[in-house]
């Protein structure tokens, strides 16, 4: 018997039992449910590092959309958020690096 204690898509229980196997489950409390989503985004982001397939990216996605949810929010509110930042602030499309900042009366070599 392998044991996870881990947040698992809403058919991954159908899923293993339909491969011939058992699998004992619990239905987590709002708090309990967003302490697991945080835990998951972790997991996905960490496997997205490693691998870098998109496949881990569309989890992720995943996971925010259920993150905003459960906590009132939606992915269409997540979105125009995401878009309004870039409006005022801008994507990440440049590949911009930012290394130093100073005040204009201060040469950049003296914070060196």
């Known amino acids: 018997m392998k044991e996870y204690h881990k947040l698992v898509r809403d058919r991954i229980p159908e899923i293993i039992r339909d ?3 058992e699998c004992a489950c619990t239905v987590l409390s709002d708090e309990a449910y ?3 989503l945080d835990r998951k985004l972790q997991e996905e982001l960490n496997e997205y590092l490693e691998s870098g397939d998109p496949e881990e ?5 995943e996971v925010i959309r259920a993150a905003a949810l459960s906590r009132g929010s939606s992915i269409g509110q997540v979105e125009e958020i995401r878009a309004r930042k870039a409006a005022q602030r801008g994507g990440f499309e440049k590949r911009i690096c930012l290394e130093k900042v100073w005040d204009a009366s201060d040469s950049p070599e003296a914070g060196a």
């Open 19 to 21: 491969s011939g196997k």
């Open 57 to 61: 990216l569309a989890d992720l996605l």
């Open 34 to 36: 967003r302490t697991m």
